[in-house]
């Protein structure tokens, strides 16, 4: 099976990619692990083989949208702050 991607996936890649957001499964953001992605089967001497980096690069989530929505909560505060200044000058004058 031919990928469009024209880096083959691997451990790091992955991790960085899940760290970047791309997959779907977080925040972009640094994310420090005690043990990174593939390092126990590595220690065991059975480094991932590439069917399952596949595997594991396959069963992640599809990735979000890459420009997250922006919350209009302030719109709301300042048309309460703008309607609270008017009922104070009504009721001054």
């Known amino acids: ?27 972009p953001g640094s994310d420090p692990a005690a043990a990174p992605m593939g390092t126990d089967a590595e220690a065991g001497g059975a480094a991932p083989t590439r069917s399952e980096i596949d595997l594991e690069a396959r069963s992640r989530p599809a990735p979000a949208s890459p420009t997250p929505q922006r919350s209009r909560g302030w719109l709301w505060v300042a048309g309460v702050l703008v309607l609270l200044l008017l009922v104070v000058a009504v009721s001054a004058s």
């Open 1 to 27: 099976m031919a990928s469009s991607d024209p880096q083959p996936k691997t451990v790091d890649r992955l991790r960085a990619d899940i760290d970047r957001g791309l997959t779907g499964e977080k925040v």
